[in-house]
């Protein structure tokens, strides 16, 4: 379960070092200094230990995913995009036009495509789900 929380706990710091090199592996461009700046949640397995990441930033009319991260052993069981369709649909009410993600790597890539992504046409390198009025 995914729950929304207000700062970098030691808990997440220690997440993101332990995960380091598998989040760099498929987010090569991400920056842990632009959390500061982010909405923060993080995804709970049964145990209660920290499974997973999801940032993102409000930019004027865009939302800007910094993070969507999961470990391994949570990945392709539907975790991700039980979380996002929701959160997704609140982004669209509240007049967001579009979801922004970067990253070049297949595994990600294939995930933001059954997600609705597509490459972008304005914004080089990145991946957008543009919202239908």
């Given at each position: 379960?995914?729950?929304?929380?207000?700062?970098?706990?030691?808990?997440?710091?220690?997440?993101?070092?332990?995960?380091?090199?598998?989040?760099?592996?498929?987010?090569?461009?991400?920056?842990?200094?632009?959390l500061v700046f982010c909405d923060?949640?993080?995804?709970?397995?049964?145990?209660?230990?920290?499974?997973?990441?999801?940032?993102?930033?409000e930019k004027e009319d865009l939302?800007?995913?910094?993070?969507?991260?999961?470990?391994?052993?949570?990945?392709?069981?539907?975790?991700?995009?039980?979380?996002?369709?929701?959160?997704?649909?609140?982004?669209?009410?509240?007049?967001?036009?579009?979801?922004?993600?970067?990253?070049?790597?297949?595994?990600?890539?294939?995930?933001?495509?059954?997600?609705?992504?597509?490459?972008s046409r304005t914004h080089a390198?990145?991946?957008?789900?543009?919202?239908?009025?």
């Amino acid at each position: 379960m995914y729950q929304k929380v207000n700062e970098i706990t030691v808990e997440i710091s220690n997440f993101l070092d332990q995960w380091e090199d598998d989040i760099l592996s498929i987010f090569t461009d991400f920056e842990r200094e632009e959390l500061v700046f982010c909405d923060l949640y993080v995804y709970k397995d049964e145990s209660g230990g920290i499974g997973g990441l999801f940032f993102f930033q409000e930019k004027e009319d865009l939302i800007l995913i910094e993070l969507d991260y999961l470990t391994p052993e949570h990945r392709n069981k539907g975790i991700g995009a039980a979380f996002l369709s929701p959160l997704f649909d609140q982004f669209k009410k509240r007049g967001f036009k579009k979801v922004i993600a970067l990253t070049g790597e297949q595994i990600q890539l294939d995930y933001l495509s059954q997600l609705g992504f597509k490459e972008s046409r304005t914004h080089a390198g990145k991946f957008e789900r543009v919202f239908t009025q």
